[in-house]
């Protein structure tokens, strides 16, 4: 049998012969105001995310994010705040509706369904438009996430003094001084000041700043001992006037001599 003897070619009345093949049409078929995505569409991707990494660095170099002391699993009274991307979050646990015995509604309930509607936003509005008023239920979901955000964000962070905190709970450096306990005022600072500042005046991380090192004069520290200072409060030193007196000349002997 020769090749091709007795083959026949039957057509089937099901596929079209004009059918195309699966090639997606060209940008330029589809309606409204399109583009190529390569390379019109991700240059411009590329340029945005390059001027926002750019002002980010900046934004760094200008105002680091202060850091804090190394970790102290023995301090009961430290409070933590998470990053400040997460602030909103910490702020909403703050509301009847959303803590105590509803505070799986604050932790699960609402941020569920506030992603979960940012997630169902393209297949709620998937209209062809891309500006913003033939979007109008994505665009109204996104402005309302970016202003609940920014609100949260804002209203948490107001109520914190970042520099006093970092101030406080920075890395103290260890002591090189000797601390005299023969000296009149370490008897009063043991009393009043040991349990926050450490027996070596060192202070402690997320409770009180060192002793050492500082630049306050004789009346600046008795002030802070009687009216207190940021985190601390007024009235921790309730001894007499001689006691805050000793207590005085006691830490500003022990800074003199850090500073031989």
């Not at 997460?86 to 941020?111: H, N, Q, R, T």
């Not at 209209?127 to 804002?154: C, D, E, K, N």
């Not at 985190?231 to 850090?258: A, K, R, W, Y």
């Amino acid at each position: 049998m020769h090749k091709g003897k007795g083959m026949k070619f039957v057509g089937d009345s099901r596929v079209s012969a004009e059918r195309k093949s699966q090639i997606p049409k060209d940008y330029s078929e589809y309606p409204g105001r399109t583009e190529a995505f390569w390379p019109n569409f991700l240059l411009k991707e590329w340029l945005v995310g390059a001027v926002f990494l750019v002002g980010f660095l900046c934004l760094t170099l200008a105002h680091p994010s202060p850091l804090e002391g190394m970790a102290d699993p023995t301090n009961a009274s430290y409070i933590p705040l998470p990053d400040w991307y997460f602030l909103f979050l910490y702020e909403l646990l703050k509301y009847e509706f959303a803590s105590g015995p509803y505070v799986l509604i604050g932790i699960l309930g609402i941020p569920g369904l506030a992603f979960g509607a940012l997630l169902l936003a393209p297949f709620l509005d998937n209209g062809p438009g891309r500006r913003p008023h033939q979007r109008p239920i994505a665009v109204i979901m996104m402005l309302l996430a970016l202003v609940s955000t920014i609100w949260l964000t804002y209203a948490s962070a107001e109520h914190v003094d970042w520099e006093a905190r970092a101030e406080m709970n920075k890395p103290v450096p260890p002591s090189e001084v000797q601390i005299d306990t023969d000296h009149a005022g370490y008897a009063v600072y043991e009393s009043s000041c040991l349990q926050c500042h450490g027996d070596q005046l060192q202070g402690t991380s997320g409770v009180a700043p060192t002793l050492i090192g500082i630049e306050y004069s004789a009346e600046e520290i008795a002030k802070i001992a009687r009216e207190g200072i940021n985190s601390m409060p007024p009235n921790m030193f309730t001894g007499s006037d001689e006691e805050l007196e000793q207590l005085v000349d006691f830490i500003i002997s022990v800074n003199e001599q850090g500073e031989e």
